[in-house]
Structures are given as C-alpha cells and as structure tokens.
C-alpha cells in the first residue's frame, strides 16, 4: 500500500532540505533523552547528600569500620600486598578521589594485592583491596576507576552489614529467644562468624545493580568518562563466556548479564548531563601498567631446566611448587611431598 503525504508534510520535509536537513531514516533509533531526576538517588549533583546507605542495619558505622579493620587484617595476613610506592599511590590517589565524590561516610584505605586474579573487592567500614591483575586487564585509567567505582559504591550503600543484618532477621524469625545474652549476644556471635571475608562481598542482584547505578555516578562525578564502566563490564563478560574461572569469585557470584550493562548503559543515556570532556586515561597509567609488567616478571619463575631435579606427589608425576606446599596438618600425612631421584640409565 502506498503512502500519501500531506501537504504539510512535504512542505516541512522541503524546508528541512533548504536548511541542510535530512529526516531521520525510517527505523533510525531515536537517542534516548535526559530526563529530570526523580529523586535524589538520580541526582548526581546531591552525591554526598543522599542517604544511599539508610536501611535497617544492626551495625553503626563505628562498628562496620571495626569489623572491616578486623576482616582487612585477615587479608593481608594471608595476601602479598604491593610495597611499589608509586603503584601503591596511584591507585589510591584514584580510589580516594571517587571516595571524595561519592556518598560514602566512612574513610578509605586502598591497597593493591599482588596477585593475577581479576579482582577488587572493597570491605566493610572503607577497607579496599585491588588485585595487580585488575589493573593489568584494564585499558585505561577510566576503566580501572570504573571498578573500583563499584565497589565504593558498595560500601557507601553499606551492603555488607546491611546483608549481614538480613541473614540476621532471617535466623531471628525461625529460632527462639532461649540463648546467653540475649538480642546483643547474639549480634556479637553472629559477627564473628564473618572471619571470612568473602561472606561480605556476595551480594544480593538487587545490592550488585545499586552498586552499578550508583558507581558510574560516582564515576562520571570524578571527572571520568561514565561510558568505561560498560567498556571494562563488557570486556569482562565475554572472558566470563569463554572461560568460568577467568574472573575471581567476587565477579563471578553475580555475572554481568546483558540486563546489568544495559541498565548502566541507560543511566548514563538518561541521569548523566553531557559534559565538554571526560578524563580517560593517563601517561601515569602506562607507567604503572610497565612497573607491573616488571613485578609480574619478577614474580613468574624462570623456565625450568627439564634436567633440573624437581619435587613431586607420591601419588602422581606433577612437579609441585614451593609455593603450592601449605602448612597444613595433612601436610605431614600421605600426601607429605618427597623427592623423587631421577633414573639412572
């Protein structure tokens, strides 16, 4: 069936062509329009000013920053953190300025864990780690800053005590009040179970998608370009297809499906105001991306000498590695590794 035109409608189309304008192509998407906020949750100018982290919570802020002291101590008994003082600096310079733009309530302290793994997680109370390999996966310092945006966000929203405090309910509704100390003992036993740190960091879909929202508004509130955040998500996601086991747990627990880019994606189309320029990335970023080239180096043992003796399982033929023995009281049963003599021929 054929269309008519109006009269009007090709009178318009006329004058759009005399002012050097086309119409738009049948099918074009039109762009999504900003849209006045409705709320201060979506008020980026009111970042610091909004109660993000309000929820019940069985915790004050003095006690989430000294369970995150405590939880931060297991870490780093049981991690290698970076003592490079110009990677250690630069990270934290630029954790501490998202943590200056954001709603968070409590100070930070960043540091940076020698270790492959693609991860950073942030602790409750402001206690911050970021894996080498984070750093090293990123392309740019927008990217970088866009992952620990998230995790900033998880503690300005305090999540992790905010989850703790939920498990809590739960346990307090399917058990009786028949206990030594009553309500306040029960909190405190309840908090030492949280020796793990990873018990803190899983979060609800619900926590991972405010953690999203308000991270790339922290982000672009930085001064950085928002749109990075999607770049490193989307990086990270098709590493999630191709191999499972590629991103640390923290990542993993909760994928980054196609719904939680895309509810980024329209933030930033909807909530962010169009700025002039936005940083993306810096010559202190190649820098350290070299430094760690190096440690990464450093680290990495040298190809062995096939003709080297090595150590090996009794149960099997697989070199083990210094690193790999754990002072375990296993360790001094079967499975004790020997050293295997090479045979004379």
């Given at each position: 069936m054929k269309r008519r035109f109006s009269k009007t409608c090709f009178a318009t189309a006329v004058l759009l062509l005399a002012a050097g304008l086309c119409p738009a192509e049948v099918g074009e998407p039109v762009p999504e329009s900003k849209r006045q906020p409705k709320n201060d949750k979506e008020d980026v100018s009111k970042i610091g000013d909004r109660g993000v982290g309000k929820a019940v919570n069985f915790y004050s802020l003095e006690k989430e920053i000294q369970l995150g002291k405590q939880l931060a101590a297991d870490v780093e008994r049981n991690a290698k953190i970076v003592d490079d003082p110009v990677i250690a600096e630069y990270v934290n310079r630029i954790g501490q300025n998202i943590v200056n733009n954001s709603d968070a309530k409590v100070p930070f302290t960043i540091k940076v864990i020698d270790s492959d793994e693609v991860n950073a997680f942030a602790l409750p109370g402001g206690y911050f780690f970021v894996n080498t390999g984070l750093i090293e996966l990123a392309q740019s310092e927008a990217e970088l800053a866009g992952v620990m945006a998230h995790e900033i966000a998880h503690v300005a929203a305090r999540h992790g005590t905010r989850s703790a405090t939920r498990a809590q309910l739960v346990q307090y509704a399917s058990i009786p009040l028949l206990f030594i100390g009553g309500w306040a003992g029960y909190g405190i036993q309840q908090a030492a179970n949280f020796a793990v740190p990873m018990t803190m960091l899983k979060f609800s879909?619900?926590?991972?998608?405010?953690?999203?929202?308000?991270?790339?508004?922290?982000?672009?509130?930085?001064?950085?370009?928002?749109?990075?955040?999607?770049?490193?998500?989307?990086?990270?996601?098709?590493?999630?297809?191709?191999?499972?086991?590629?991103?640390?747990?923290?990542?993993?627990?909760?994928?980054?499906?196609?719904?939680?880019?895309?509810?980024?994606?329209?933030?930033?189309?909807?909530?962010?105001?169009?700025?002039?320029?936005?940083?993306?990335?810096?010559?202190?970023?190649?820098?350290?991306?070299?430094?760690?080239?190096?440690?990464?180096?450093?680290?990495?043992?040298?190809?062995?000498?096939?003709?080297?003796?090595?150590?090996?399982?009794?149960?099997?033929?697989?070199?083990?590695?210094?690193?790999?023995?754990?002072?375990?009281?296993?360790?001094?049963?079967?499975?004790?590794?020997k050293l295997k003599r090479r045979s004379v021929s």
């Amino acid at each position: 069936m054929k269309r008519r035109f109006s009269k009007t409608c090709f009178a318009t189309a006329v004058l759009l062509l005399a002012a050097g304008l086309c119409p738009a192509e049948v099918g074009e998407p039109v762009p999504e329009s900003k849209r006045q906020p409705k709320n201060d949750k979506e008020d980026v100018s009111k970042i610091g000013d909004r109660g993000v982290g309000k929820a019940v919570n069985f915790y004050s802020l003095e006690k989430e920053i000294q369970l995150g002291k405590q939880l931060a101590a297991d870490v780093e008994r049981n991690a290698k953190i970076v003592d490079d003082p110009v990677i250690a600096e630069y990270v934290n310079r630029i954790g501490q300025n998202i943590v200056n733009n954001s709603d968070a309530k409590v100070p930070f302290t960043i540091k940076v864990i020698d270790s492959d793994e693609v991860n950073a997680f942030a602790l409750p109370g402001g206690y911050f780690f970021v894996n080498t390999g984070l750093i090293e996966l990123a392309q740019s310092e927008a990217e970088l800053a866009g992952v620990m945006a998230h995790e900033i966000a998880h503690v300005a929203a305090r999540h992790g005590t905010r989850s703790a405090t939920r498990a809590q309910l739960v346990q307090y509704a399917s058990i009786p009040l028949l206990f030594i100390g009553g309500w306040a003992g029960y909190g405190i036993q309840q908090a030492a179970n949280f020796a793990v740190p990873m018990t803190m960091l899983k979060f609800s879909r619900e926590f991972e998608h405010q953690a999203d929202f308000l991270g790339v508004q922290y982000l672009y509130k930085a001064g950085y370009d928002p749109a990075a955040m999607v770049q490193f998500f989307e990086r990270l996601k098709a590493m999630q297809k191709r191999n499972k086991n590629a991103i640390a747990k923290a990542f993993s627990s909760h994928p980054l499906t196609k719904s939680r880019i895309k509810a980024v994606q329209k933030t930033i189309d909807q909530l962010l105001p169009e700025q002039p320029e936005y940083a993306v990335s810096s010559s202190e970023f190649d820098d350290v991306k070299e430094r760690l080239a190096k440690l990464t180096a450093r680290r990495k043992p040298a190809e062995r000498d096939p003709n080297r003796p090595t150590l090996r399982r009794t149960t099997n033929d697989e070199p083990i590695l210094p690193s790999e023995i754990e002072d375990d009281p296993a360790s001094d049963q079967d499975e004790r590794p020997k050293l295997k003599r090479r045979s004379v021929s």
